[in-house]
């Protein structure tokens, strides 16, 4: 059994970063509603609570507080931004409304020598104070301490900027200690987790195999398993771990949409199938789904085409299984990878307010219209944890270590109308820019390019340029060239490469891509633009 700690989430942007945090100092945690009741806060069995910022920055337009549990269980609590504000109010200090809002880089003093933060600081002031560089984001202010509760940081503009009670273990900060830009962060999550609240680090990606194995053997029995391979990280993560679990009784359905990478398939084919001895089915739907999108050029409809089309093809192919009883009974348990973020974003806080800008939920509604029990062994872990267990599972680190690639794939990287002759200039003109990446490193850091972009891809613009090549004029068609660099995906600065790195990619791609006769490079960071072109 795993210490856990309990996040409760007021709604704040940054509140999946406060569970990285806590996962980094190896202790399991999870993130819930602030208004979850009494009965589930003492089920839970938190060993501490971490309170969240909030969204929205005005105190006193909240309803939100923590819920009564949280204060009658004994175990330490940290108040983060408006979990401190909630922590002061509700323990008997002020909250002053302020129309000045602070945001951004601040340096905070730290006081009283408490147990948090002893020892923990960027430098010290000539007069011997520990300073902390943080990264602030509030209005609203405690202005008076509650009872019993001692003054830990401070800044010029928010002298209560930390507060601490430690004989019950409550600490408050006004800044965001989970965010990078808190250069100590990771030191005060894991003071507070490890040293504070006393929790085991026995969240190791390594030795999750073994418990995981044994949670997915007993759910699934001798049962049947089938999984959609799509050859991104999180399938294949699952896949790997589930076979590891139940060998012969998973089958992987490979759907080649016809729109992926260069030698992606046979990539997929040649791990799973290959070297890890998987069952797999590689169906070939490529003509299908260019055949349904031709003619079609708005990029949300050829989302729900590519969407549709998947889980109608994944449908045959899981029907035809049972009928031909390959599967033995059939399979009764759909497996996806579903991974924590996406249980946190669905699940929803009354608090959260999410925009479709795309619909990126490619396949949702398959389990129920299979009438299949669902099997999502990733359910509890993030990005990194995933990418931890792959390769702990054997897998490349290639492949582990992948960019993100959308469920629509090319689909949604050739503009407009999606052709066959576009799709196989695109795969040519990406596979060369992206073996550029990985081929060139930077001299500071040592890493190649891909290591340092999040996502980096080619896009087909069908619109033709004059070109001139040995004597001729040509009259090709236009790539863009896309890098990004971003934490979360949610925002992104596009990537600062090198001229040297671009002018290859460039010349490379017009030399041997015989159809693209001009390259540029996109120079949009997100917001405004997205990180897809469509
Ligand atoms: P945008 O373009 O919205 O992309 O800035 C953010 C991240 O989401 C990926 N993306 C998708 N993933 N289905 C997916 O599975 C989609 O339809 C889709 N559209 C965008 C995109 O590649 C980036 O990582």
Same mark, same amino acid.
């Given at each position: 059994m795993h210490d856990k700690v309990l996040i409760l989430d007021f709604g704040s942007q940054v509140t999946q970063l406060i569970a990285r945090r806590v996962r980094e100092a190896q202790v399991y945690c999870e993130i819930h509603?602030? $208004?979850?009741?009494?009965?589930?806060?003492?089920?839970?069995?938190?060993?501490?609570?971490?309170?969240?910022?909030? @969204?929205?920055?005005?105190?006193? #337009?909240?309803?939100?507080?923590?819920?009564?549990?949280?204060w009658d269980l004994g175990v330490p609590v940290l108040g983060i931004c408006y979990g401190m504000q909630t922590m002061a109010v509700q323990l008997?200090?002020?909250?002053?409304?302020?129309?000045?809002?602070?945001?951004?880089?601040?340096?905070?003093?730290?006081?009283?020598?408490t147990k948090l933060l002893d020892g923990i600081q960027d430098f010290s002031t000539p007069d011997g104070h520990g300073m902390l560089k943080v990264w602030m984001s509030h209005g609203d202010k405690v202005t008076a301490l509650p009872p019993g509760f001692q003054l830990m940081a401070s800044t010029p503009s928010c002298p209560i900027a930390g507060m601490a009670?430690?004989?019950?273990?409550?600490?408050?900060?006004?800044? @965001?200690?989970?965010?990078?830009? &808190?250069?100590?962060?990771?030191?005060v999550f894991n003071r507070f987790v490890r040293e504070?609240?006393?929790?085991?680090? #026995?969240?190791?990606?390594?030795?999750?195999?073994?418990?995981?194995? &044994?949670?997915?053997?007993?759910?699934?029995? $001798?049962?049947?398993?089938?999984?959609?391979?799509?050859?991104?990280?999180? %399938?294949?993560?699952?896949?790997?771990?589930?076979?590891?679990?139940?060998?012969?009784?998973?089958?992987?359905v490979f759907v080649d949409h016809g729109l992926l990478r260069l030698n992606e398939g046979d990539m997929v084919m040649e791990m799973f199938a290959g070297k890890l001895q998987a069952k797999v089915i590689r169906v070939d739907a490529s003509e299908l789904f260019l055949g349904q999108l031709a003619g079609v050029t708005d990029p949300e409809r050829k989302r729900k085409i590519i969407g549709g089309l998947f889980v109608d093809v994944f449908k045959?192919?899981?029907?035809?299984?049972?009928?031909?009883?390959?599967?033995?009974?059939?399979?009764?348990?759909?497996?996806q990878g579903t991974i924590y973020p996406d249980v946190v974003e669905s699940g929803g806080t009354k608090t959260k307010k999410a925009t479709t800008i795309k619909s990126h939920h490619n396949v949702g509604g398959l389990p129920e219209q299979?009438?299949?029990?669902?099997?999502?062994?990733?359910?509890?872990?993030?990005?990194?944890?995933?990418?931890?267990?792959?390769?702990?599972? =054997?897998?490349?680190?290639?492949?582990?270590?992948?960019?993100?690639?959308? =469920?629509?794939?090319?689909?949604?990287?050739?503009?407009?109308?999606?052709?066959?002759?576009?799709?196989?200039l695109l795969r040519r003109a990406d596979a060369i820019f992206?073996?550029?990446?990985?081929?060139?490193? $930077?001299?500071?850091?040592?890493?190649?390019w891909y290591e340092l972009t999040s996502q980096a891809f080619a896009v087909f613009l069908p619109v033709k340029s004059v070109?001139?090549?040995? #004597?001729?004029? &040509?009259?090709?068609?236009?790539?863009?060239?896309?890098?990004?660099?971003? %934490?979360?995906?949610?925002?992104?600065?596009?990537?600062?490469?090198?001229?040297?790195?671009?002018?290859?990619?460039?010349?490379?791609?017009?030399?041997?891509?015989? =159809?693209?006769n001009r390259v540029t490079y996109d120079v949009s960071s997100k917001p405004p633009a997205t990180i897809e072109w469509e």
């Open positions: 509603p602030n $208004d979850v009741s009494d009965d589930f806060i003492r089920a839970f069995a938190p060993k501490a609570i971490i309170l969240s910022g909030s @969204h929205a920055s005005t105190y006193e #337009d909240h309803e939100l507080r923590a819920p009564q549990a949280v008997g200090g002020k909250v002053e409304w302020s129309d000045h809002r602070e945001f951004g880089y601040a340096e905070v003093r730290a006081h009283g020598h009670n430690e004989e019950k273990g409550y600490y408050a900060f006004q800044f @965001h200690p989970e965010v990078t830009h &808190t250069v100590q962060g990771a030191a504070i609240a006393g929790c085991k680090g #026995d969240w190791i990606m390594g030795d999750y195999i073994a418990e995981a194995v &044994t949670k997915i053997r007993e759910q699934v029995g $001798d049962e049947e398993v089938i999984l959609g391979l799509s050859g991104g990280v999180d %399938s294949s993560v699952a896949a790997a771990l589930i076979h590891r679990a139940i060998g012969d009784q998973l089958t992987c045959a192919e899981a029907e035809k299984l049972k009928a031909n009883g390959q599967g033995n009974k059939g399979a009764t348990f759909l497996a299979l009438g299949l029990k669902l099997l999502e062994p990733l359910r509890e872990l993030f990005k990194d944890e995933v990418r931890e267990l792959g390769v702990a599972l =054997g897998l490349p680190p290639e492949m582990v270590y992948r960019h993100p690639f959308p =469920g629509p794939g090319l689909g949604v990287r050739i503009l407009g109308e999606v052709k066959q002759s576009y799709a196989d992206i073996e550029e990446l990985r081929n060139t490193r $930077d001299e500071a850091t040592g890493k190649s070109g001139v090549m040995g #004597d001729g004029r &040509t009259y090709d068609y236009v790539v863009a060239l896309r890098a990004v660099q971003t %934490s979360d995906f949610m925002t992104a600065d596009w990537a600062e490469l090198p001229y040297s790195l671009l002018k290859r990619c460039s010349g490379r791609i017009i030399n041997e891509v015989r =159809g693209i």
